[in-house]
Each structure stands twice: as structure tokens, then as C-alpha cells.
């Protein structure tokens, strides 16, 4: 399994957080684990059931910045999924051994564990997209569009050698609560673009847990805006296997009305020649909540490789917040590794040169915001053009309100 | 390549035959604490600060980060030796050896050339300590901590382990309970000491612990350095020192607390510092960590009054065996404060060397600035650098930025160094030299001469 820190150096260790678990928190049961056990296959079913005694170990994590303690989940849902007509497409309820294998191979800590497994265990909507070798698809793939009712879901992409694809994981707007587990794996060569849309109802929570495994050559690049309210904790961990590989996470973030947003990127590089980058944009504004962790995690063996991390985040208004928590871990002497994190305020220089041309404070604060995150977009919208003209409309709602 | 690096310690790792009026049972228990208490003769108030000390040091946990103090077996620990000496004003009147040990150290050397004063322990008791009279005279204080307590009980009532609480954490519960000498600096209104005090704290037996409290009130426009070191010889046993440094820097007051840490290698170092600054004070932290087995050590400055200000500095040196998990914490509290983080690590040997830090920009430090640094150089392919800095901003009007770079030595830096003439390992000693020197030219020079004498890099080998 992959954790999010590595906790040892030779004989040396460093003590390992304690885990704090909401204690009162109503859970799902081993009612729940055979109604969605029902519809698995043979593979599927002994995986999820060695997945469900460490489940149930488990409580839910009672965390320092990110309150889960208001929280409820939602009853289950068992469903039995359509067949599709895609033919790189199919349920991850029928996933043959070795698939089944591969996926027990992109094991992962996540957020939290305990997330983590329940995405596992009781998704209601999961898809296995497995592009052949050499295959560039024309088309962004969409996931989330079609079914407004998933509230959990699980899946498992994986580009074949050479091959190019791109895909748009977009949670679809005024749910409660949703979570969804999402494993990637690159193949040598390939070519994957990810733009995640993160909604969410006013009181909701999200969860969103991110794997992805390089090989060689492979090259990613993530997108992830999180302009929405509620809770919402989303989880990268990218994972430069191969060398020459390349992964690059740009997040665009902004924390309107009572929004709590925790967001974390990990780059974690094993080989040679790689490259790791996170660039976080955000604004904080009413009473919105940022805590923005980045870790840049250099490995014995990753040689000439570059990691870096860099966070800006600006407070527009006095009951928001923001924590960085950028974190470089570097066992390979060999790299360039490096991060930088600013917190700034309101300029009230530009917001008066703005309001001196004739314009609203809220106008202003519209244009500074939109300034923040202009060039995010412009280069979110040379790889998907048709998923950013409603942002940029989204994003300038929810300043001003 | 091969490189290696290495912090020559050997002037320190010596020991001294010495006789001892007390040594205490090993471990921790409540009958040692009335024990050490009814020996120094305290007074009731003291007493029961320990009392309830030991009992919250009973049932707190681990802190559940850092290192791994596992290996470490506390009921192992002697933490009570009282050395055969009473405490003199005059090097002269110290028995032989102890004295002939703090010569070696080259501390009554510095007192005349460069202090206003020096405080001397050896183990768990001070056994020198000394003030020039006119500073004396001006009203400044500056006494062991057991003499302080009976002659400033009011004073030390008032500060003593109110910035770091006995039930912060288990190492702070168990440093109230059996803390043992150390220094009590009191400096009156707008005296400004010109020349440092010193403390150096000595180690001398195996499998011993040490806890001194170090207690500084700088009075309103007062000016004050303090300078710390400290040095043990090497055991096969593991030794402890829990020390405790309080700081109060009142109005419009300045203090800088340099430290330059040298325990053996066999120690563990879990140590705690945290001052104290009100309005227009600025409060500066100097470090050296080098020597250890194990530190948890994190200087902290809480910003209270309106304009404070804090800087720290810190280079800290993991070697072969060494485990340092260092770092800062500053909270801003008021409106207007500012602070300045420059933390530096040298890695090498296997060496693991990790900065955890805190910026909390709390709401009401409105219109504050920060600025954090974290550099780390790795010598070898052995050693491991991390930087974990926690940034927490809650107003709209501060602002903070944060930067961090770990890398090795440069090719292109010390191909430049040889073209002009120098070898391979001088050029690494030199550049390892500039990466320490702008936290070695802050302390008094005879100081920077010693860690820069300290960190005195032997490197070898050649590019292949």
C-alpha cells in the first residue's frame, strides 16, 4: 500500500501520528457489505471482502482541521450497473483475477484509510476505461455527467503504451455528499490530461482519493477546481515510477460563502529523470476555509529528477482562512527539489485604483479574483476548451454573493 | 564519488573522575521529586509544583510526533547527581577537577575575555557562577536557579513555567518535576548589557539525565544576550536532557538567546524553549544543533504585544547516527508583529535531519508579515533532509511567504571553486562554510570561531 509519508530512514523512525476516530459515528454494517456484495463477480467479491475486515477496524477520522464530526453518510445504494456499449469501457463489478489484481497493485492510503476502503467497498457506480496501445482518443472521456444519483464511486483507468487520452471527472452539482476513489496507471509512453470539476451542495461533503502510477516516459497533467461550497477534502498522491516520467498538478481553488476546502498533493518520484510539479491558485473569501498541503517526495533513485511545489493563496475578507502545509521529503541527495508558499492579503491599493476607474468594491473584488485565476484557465482551456466558459461564469458568482 | 563529512567532537568527549555528595535510584518516581526538592530545601510552593508536575508527567503520552524515543528507558535514568562542590564566584575555589574540566571547555577563558558574566553546571548542579560587579551593582541578576527561588521567590513565582506549562507536554511534566539547576537572568528597566552571560551546562556521568530551567525576565527597554552550550562525553549508555528555557521580553525590550548544542552522540535531547515578547519587544534565537543522538527541539516566540518581533535562526548538523527533528514556532497574537525564519541543515553520514515548523498568524495579528526559509544541504547519498513548515494565516491583512530548497553541494559550485585553484575537498569545506556563516557571523566571534571549528568538514575522495 502506498502511504501518504514515509516514516523510516535506516535503522531511524519517526513516530508516526496518532489517528484520532469520531467515536458516535453511524456506519455502515455488514448488512450494508452484503447488499453490495450481491453484485460483484467472484474476483471482485473476495477483494472487497479482505478490504471489509480492515474496514471494519476502523473508525471515522476525527481530524484537527477538517471537521467530519457533523457528517452523516448516506444510506447505501446497490445497484447493479448497464452494460455499456464503449468497448474500452466496463463495470468494475465484473473485473476479471488479473484485473482484479492490477487493482489491488494501486493500493492506496488516501485521505484517510477509512475513506479510502469505504470508496472500495460500497461504491454504487465504477468503471474500468482501459485504452489500447497507441490509441489517442479524440475526445475528452466524461465521468459523472450521465447518472445524477451515484453518491460513490470507484474506477480504474489505465492508458496503454503510447496512447493518449483525456478525461473529465466532473461531481455534479447540489449532492450532499459524495466520494469517489479514482486509480490511475500510465503505461510507458503515455499521455493522460485530467480536468476534475469538484460540486457540492451548500452543506455537503466531498471526498475525492487520486492514485497515480508512471512508467517510464509517461506524462500527467491534472487539473482540479474546487469552486464550490461545503466540505471538501481531495487527495493526489502521483507516483513517478519509470523514469522520464512527468506529472504536473495545478489546482485552482476558491473558498466562497462557508466553504472548507483541504486539498492535498503528493508528488512522490522513485526514478531517474523525472519531474514532479504542484502549483496551487486560490482565494479565500466571506468565510471560507483553504488548508493546502504539498508534499514533494524525492526517493532513493530518483537522479537528476526535479520536484517542486509552489502555493499562492490570497484572503479577500476577514472571517476566511488559510493554512499551507508544503512538505519536502528528500532522500536522494542528486535532485533539485524546492517549495514555496505565500499567504497575502487584500491589496487596498488595487481594489482603490479599481474603484477610482468607477467600478464597485464588489466589482473590483470580482475583477482581482478573476485576475487570481485568468491564467489557470486560459491554460486549462487549451486542453479542454468546452469545460471553461461555465467556470469562469461559476467562479465570478460565488465572489460577491 | 565518495564524500564524507564529519563533525570532530573529540575535544569534548573526555571525562572527569569525580566524587559525588548524591547520586539518586534510577527511574522516575514521586518520592525522587520530594527527594531532590528536600535536598535543595525549597519552599512549600515549589514543592507541590513538582508534585503536580509528576502527576500529569504520569498520565501523558508520548508526543505522537518526532522522533522514536523507543530505545530510550527512562527507568534507566539517573536523574539526581550532586557533585561534591559547593557553588563558588571564583574558578579557583572549584575542586581540581571540575575546574580543570570547564578550562579544557575554555569557559573561564571567555568569561574574561568576552562576558559579563558565566554560570558553570556539572551534572545536576551549578558549581560556578559569577556576575561583574558593576552589572551587579546596576541591579541585574544573574543566579543559579535554586537561589533564585529563595532569594526572588516572588519574581520566579510569577514566570517560572508559565510560558511552557507543566502538562504542555510529557517532557515538560517531567522537567518541572525534577528540574535541577540552571540560571535565572533578571535585567532591570532599561539596563542594557553590553557584553553576553553565559551558561554551559556539562554531562559527566553515564546513563544520567539532565534538567535545567533556565528562567530570563528582560524588563521593560532592558538588552540582554545569552549565550548557551552545552557537551557530554560519550557513554555506551544513553543519556537525557530535558532542559527548559523561559523567556519574558517586556515592553520595548530585546534578547538574544544563542545557543551552540554539542551533547554526545548517546544523548537524547528533548528540549524546550519558548519566550515570551509584549509590545515593541524583539526576541532573537540563534542556533547551533550539532551534537545529540536524538533532538526534538522546536524554539517558539509568542508574539502578545502590539509591534513584537522575532528572528530566528538555526543551522542544525545531522551526522552518522543522528536523528535531529528541529525547528521554530512563532505566534503572532497581536497586531503588527513580525517574524523572520532562517533554518538551515547540513546532512550527511546517514544523518537525518528534519525542520518542523509553525507560522500562526492568529485573527487578531492584523497588517503582520512572516517570512519563513528552509535550506538543506545534502553532503552524501546516505542522508536523508525534510522540511514539514506549517503556515496558519487567519486574517485578511498579514502577509506571509514561505520558501524551501534541498539539494546537494553543486557540480558547477565546486567546479568553479577548483578552476581557481583549489581542490576538490577544499572546495566543498568552503562552500559548506558559506552555507553555515550567516548563523555563525550572529554569535560573539570567539563563538563563531567555535562552530565554524566545529563543523570542520573532512571530505574526501574525487569525482569520478
Given at each position: ?401 | ?397 498579514s502577509n506571509i511567504g514561505h520558501e524551501a530548497r534541498i539539494g546537494r553541494i553543486s557540480e558547477e559550485q565546486i567546479f568553479y571553486l577548483m578552476s581557481r585553484g583549489l ?42
Amino acid at each position: 500500500m502506498e502511504k501518504s509519508i514515509n516514516l523510516k530512514h535506516g535503522d531511524k523512525t519517526m513516530v508516526r501520528p496518532s489517528r484520532k476516530e469520531i467515536l458516535d459515528f453511524k456506519d455502515y454494517g455488514d448488512r450494508d457489505f452484503l447488499m453490495a456484495c450481491e453484485k460483484f463477480g467472484p474476483p471482485m467479491s473476495v477483494y472487497v471482502s479482505d478490504r471489509y475486515s480492515e474496514y471494519k477496524r476502523l473508525g471515522f477520522p476525527d481530524w484537527k482541521r477538517t471537521n467530519l464530526r457533523g457528517m452523516s453518510i448516506p444510506p447505501m445504494v446497490s445497484r447493479f450497473p448497464r452494460k455499456s456499449t464503449d468497448p474500452y469501457l466496463k463495470s468494475m463489478n465484473w473485473l476479471s483475477s488479473d484485473e482484479v489484481e492490477l487493482l489491488d497493485s494501486l493500493d492506496f492510503e488516501g485521505s484517510d484509510r477509512k475513506l479510502l476502503l469505504l470508496g472500495d467497498i460500497f461504491f454504487d457506480s465504477g468503471v474500468i476505461l482501459s485504452i489500447p496501445d497507441g490509441s489517442v482518443m479524440k475526445k475528452p472521456f466524461l465521468v459523472g455527467r450521465s447518472d445524477s444519483v451515484e453518491q460513490i464511486s470507484n474506477n480504474l483507468f489505465i492508458a496503454g503504451e503510447h496512447s493518449e487520452i483525456q478525461i473529465v471527472i466532473d461531481s455534479k452539482a447540489s449532492r450532499n455528499w459524495f466520494l469517489q476513489n479514482n486509480r490511475f496507471l500510465l503505461k510507458r509512453g503515455s499521455k493522460v490530461d485530467v480536468l476534475f470539476v469538484n460540486h457540492l451542495g451548500s452543506e455537503g461533503y466531498g471526498f475525492v482519493n487520486n492514485f497515480y502510477r508512471l512508467e517510464e516516459g509517461a506524462v500527467l497533467k491534472v487539473f482540479e477546481v474546487s469552486p464550490f461550497s461545503g466540505t471538501m477534502v481531495s487527495y493526489h498522491l502521483g507516483l513517478s515510477a519509470g523514469k522520464n516520467s512527468s506529472m504536473d498538478f495545478e489546482p485552482l481553488f476558491l473558498a466562497a460563502g462557508n466553504t472548507n476546502l483541504d486539498l492535498q498533493f503528493i508528488t512522490r518520484i522513485m526514478a531517474e529523470n523525472c519531474n514532479g510539479q504542484i502549483n496551487g491558485t486560490g482565494v479565500a473569501i466571506d468565510n471560507g476555509s483553504v488548508i493546502f498541503r504539498g508534499n514533494v517526495d524525492m526517493r532513493r533513485g530518483a537522479k537528476n529528477s526535479t520536484g517542486s511545489e509552489h502555493s499562492s493563496v490570497t484572503i479577500l475578507s476577514d472571517g476566511a482562512r488559510a493554512d499551507a502545509i508544503p512538505c519536502l521529503l528528500v532522500d536522494e541527495n542528486e535532485v533539485n527539489a524546492s517549495h514555496a508558499a505565500t499567504i497575502g492579503s487584500l491589496d487596498e491599493e488595487r481594489i482603490f485604483y479599481l474603484m477610482s476607474r468607477g467600478m464597485t468594491r464588489e466589482r473590483a473584488l470580482k475583477m482581482i479574483v478573476r485576475g487570481t485565476f485568468e491564467p489557470v484557465i486560459e491554460r486549462m482551456e487549451l486542453l479542454f476548451p468546452e469545460n471553461c466558459g461555465g467556470l469562469r461564469n461559476a467562479l465570478d458568482r460565488r465572489v460577491g454573493r | 564519488m565518495s564524500r564524507e563529512a564529519f563533525v570532530d567532537s573529540s575535544r569534548f568527549e573526555f571525562t572527569s573522575r569525580t566524587d559525588y555528595s548524591y547520586v539518586s535510584e534510577k527511574g522516575f518516581t514521586e518520592s525522587l521529586v520530594r527527594e531532590i526538592s528536600g535536598r535543595k530545601d525549597e519552599p512549600g510552593w515549589m514543592l507541590q509544583l513538582r508534585l503536580n508536575s509528576f502527576r500529569a508527567f504520569s498520565r501523558i503520552h508520548d508526543p505522537s510526533f518526532g522522533v522514536d524515543t523507543g530505545l530510550l528507558d527512562l527507568g534507566e535514568i539517573v536523574a539526581y547527581l550532586k557533585p561534591n562542590a559547593s557553588r563558588e564566584r571564583a574558578w579557583e575555589d572549584l575542586p581540581v577537577e571540575i575546574r580543570e574540566t570547564f578550562e579544557k571547555l575554555g569557559i573561564p577563558e571567555a568569561e574574561r575575555n568576552s562576558l559579563s558574566g558565566a554560570g558553570a553546571q556539572y551534572d545536576s548542579e551549578v558549581v560556578y557562577q559569577n556576575i561583574k560587579r558593576e552589572l551587579e551593582e546596576l541591579g541585574v541578576v544573574f543566579l543559579d536557579m535554586e537561589s533564585a527561588v529563595k532569594e526572588y521567590p516572588e519574581l520566579v513565582k510569577k514566570y517560572f513555567m508559565k510560558a511552557v506549562p507543566a502538562t504542555d507536554h510529557k517532557y515538560s511534566a517531567l522537567h518541572g518535576a525534577v528540574w535541577s539547576g540552571g540560571s535565572f537572568v533578571y535585567v532591570p528597566k532599561n539596563i542594557k548589557v553590553k557584553q553576553p552571560l553565559q551558561a554551559y551546562f556539562r554531562m559527566n556521568a553515564a546513563s544520567s539525565g539532565q534538567f535545567e530551567h533556565t528562567l530570563i525576565v528582560a524588563d521593560e527597554g532592558s538588552e540582554l544576550q545569552f549565550i548557551e552550550g552545552c557537551s557530554a562525553p560519550r557513554f555506551n549508555e544513553l543519556n537525557l536532557h530535558v532542559g527548559m528555557v523561559e523567556i519574558f521580553v517586556l515592553k520595548g525590550a530585546r534578547v538574544r538567546y544563542s545557543t551552540i548544542q554539542n551533547w554526545s552522540k548517546n544523548t537524547y535531547n528533548l528540549n524546550t524553549k519558548r519566550a515570551i515578547v509584549e509590545e515593541d519587544g524583539t526576541m532573537e534565537w540563534i542556533s547551533g544543533s550539532l551534537g545529540s543522538m536524538k533532538t526534538m527541539l522546536y524554539p517558539t516566540t509568542v508574539l502578545k504585544g502590539r509591534r513584537a518581533r522575532a528572528e530566528h535562526l538555526g543551522i542544525t548538523y545531522a551526522g552518522p547516527g543522528q536523528h535531529m527533528d528541529t525547528g521554530s514556532k512563532v505566534i503572532h497574537l497581536a497586531p503588527e508583529t513580525s517574524s523572520i525564519v532562517d533554518a538551515r541543515s547540513i546532512s550527511t553520514g546517514g544523518g537525518w535531519a528534519f525542520y518542523r515548523g509553525l507560522l500562526d498568524i492568529s485573527e487578531r495579528a492584523v497588517n503582520s508579515k512572516s517570512a519563513v526559509q528552509c535550506t538543506a544541504m545534502m553532503i552524501d547519498n546516505d542522508s536523508r533532509s525534510d522540511t514539514l513548515p506549517i503556515i496558519s494565516v487567519d486574517n485578511s491583512s498579514s502577509n506571509i511567504g514561505h520558501e524551501a530548497r534541498i539539494g546537494r553541494i553543486s557540480e558547477e559550485q565546486i567546479f568553479y571553486l577548483m578552476s581557481r585553484g583549489l581542490s576538490e575537498s577544499e572546495a566543498k569545506a568552503m562552500i559548506v562554510r558559506g552555507f553555515v556563516e550567516p548563523v555563525a557571523k550572529q554569535f560573539p566571534v570567539e563563538y563563531a570561531v567555535e562552530l565554524n571549528r566545529l563543523i570542520n568538514l573532512e571530505i574526501e575522495g574525487s569525482i569520478g
